[in-house]
């Protein structure tokens, strides 16, 4: 089913929902995983020869470029819960990832980001009826809006791509074939 990989790739947030799915289909297509995560103890249910799990500091370039050595690409699957605060751990966090894959020669960067992150896109119907009054949901979005902008202006040496799922839904994988478009700068699929 899937093209065998022997990427190396360090996934940020692994124990988190996302991320631990980003490990398994990593996992599935034959890469060499490394989970960055506060905790490596959340992370000792996945048994597999191509895994392995450090402790890494998200808000430390040293922390993370000493991780990222030697690997092939990132993957940010961190998420921060919603506030009705303004948040600020997408757009602070981000540069210290760019930073250390400068340190490290790592030049792909995959991030996971949201639909609606340009506050012009709220104005769309499915917005309007179904996320606007999720309360602090807005504030995510800008941050990660913040998050997207830094890469736009100021990374432009990393191979990055942002990943704007509409849903994510929890269970088993259903083998549909997913319909996307693929917006800004296009990549073929040897990016990944």
């Not at 894959?101 to 609606?116: D, P």
Request: proline share 3%; aromatic share 10%; net charge neutral.
């Amino acid at each position: 089913k899937f093209i065998e990989c022997r990427m190396k790739v360090v996934v940020l947030g692994a124990s988190g929902d996302t991320g631990l799915e980003v490990v398994k289909q990593g996992l599935a297509r034959g890469m060499k995983i490394t989970a960055g995560v506060r905790d490596p103890a959340k992370m000792d249910h996945v048994k597999h020869d191509n895994f392995s799990c450090v402790k890494v500091d998200i808000f430390s370039a040293e922390s993370m470029a000493s991780v990222f050595a030697g690997h092939d690409a990132v993957v940010s699957a961190v998420g921060f819960p919603k506030s009705p605060n303004k948040i600020t751990a997408f757009s602070e966090m981000t540069p210290l990832i760019v930073s250390a894959m400068r340190t490290a020669r790592v030049k792909r960067l995959l991030v996971i980001s949201a639909w609606f992150t340009d506050e012009e896109s709220r104005s769309h119907t499915f917005f309007q009826n179904n996320w606007k009054y999720v309360p602090g949901l807005v504030n995510v979005l800008d941050d990660q809006c913040r998050m997207e902008e830094f890469l736009k202006e100021h990374a432009s040496d990393i191979w990055w791509a942002a990943i704007k799922p509409g849903t994510l839904s929890w269970g088993e994988e259903t083998g549909m074939d997913l319909k996307y478009k693929i917006g800004g700068g296009v990549m073929d699929e040897s990016f990944f």
